[in-house]
């Protein structure tokens, strides 16, 4: 009885500690997912929805991590590195903006000056590069295979929604998917639309689910992470014909 009392009270423990802030700064918010897994979010002002929450996923193995999309500007970027070397106790090896728009890579310069490698879809560099932002240093086209520590990260672009060139990141072995802005949180609407393809957004999505099926956690781009029904809501979000709201 008492290894079973001490088995649900860690898993419990685990499972409380998943929604508190590991880190509140003044910047960003560092708060736990799964056992290797933390989801960092930032602000953005903007003129149409106000202050927007942003999200971005760090993975860690080892003394390692990987950062998906970095926090909404520079100063929030530094406040998110020095939270992973001392609070994590990790060495951020690469950070991977997941399209082109500053909630993604509004902060990358300072991971750059910090000497942290990134890399990107081919297309995110191109747009980039024509919206006079911070370009990614590195490249790949339609899928990479990163290792942090003894796990490997899977990045793949499944097609356009959000913009032409979002890509999901994805942690095999803790089974969490990255959506970014691709994917919604529940009860979310269309939100921000101007470089969306939302023809092809709902198939996009069909094929995130073909992909993983077997994803336990998602993390959208703007919202509460949850488990596969994301993918159902976003994916029946776009099938509509009004795409006013």
């Keep these: 009885m008492g290894f079973l009392y001490q088995s649900w009270m860690k898993r419990i423990l685990f499972l409380l500690l998943a929604y508190v802030p ?13 056992e290797n897994t933390f989801i960092h ?40 590195i020095r939270m992973v070397q001392d609070s994590l106790h990790c060495k951020i090896v690469m950070v991977v903006p997941t399209h082109f728009h500053n909630d993604c890579l509004g902060g ?13 879809n081919e297309l ?17 086209h339609k899928s990479f295979i990163f290792k942090v520590g003894q796990e490997k990260v899977l990045i793949k672009f499944l097609g356009q929604g959000h913009t032409r060139d979002n890509v999901v990141g994805y942690f095999p072995s803790e089974k969490v998917l990255f959506g970014g802005c691709l994917i919604k949180e529940m009860g979310a609407s269309k939100g921000y639309l101007g470089d969306a393809n939302v023809e092809e957004w709902s198939a996009t999505v ?9 994803v336990k956690w998602v993390v959208p781009g703007h919202g509460e992470a949850g488990d596969s029904s994301l993918l159902d809501y976003t994916q029946k979000l776009f ?7």
């Design 41 to 80: 979010t930032s602000y953005l002002q903007t003129n149409d929805f106000g202050h927007v929450p942003c999200n971005g996923l760090v993975i860690r193995n080892g003394q390692q991590a990987l950062v998906f999309d970095t926090p909404t500007d520079d100063k929030g970027a530094k406040e998110l």
């Design 22 to 34: 590991l880190v509140n700064a003044q910047e960003v918010v560092l708060k736990q997912l799964s």
């Design 206 to 214: 069909k094929r995130v689910k073909k992909a993983f099926p077997r």
């Design 108 to 120: 990358l310069q300072a991971f750059h000056d910090a000497g942290i490698t990134s890399i990107a």
């Design 239 to 245: 099938l509509s014909l009004d795409y006013t709201k």
């Design 124 to 140: 995110t560099l191109e747009l980039a590069k024509n919206s006079q932002v911070t370009v990614p240093e590195f490249s790949f």
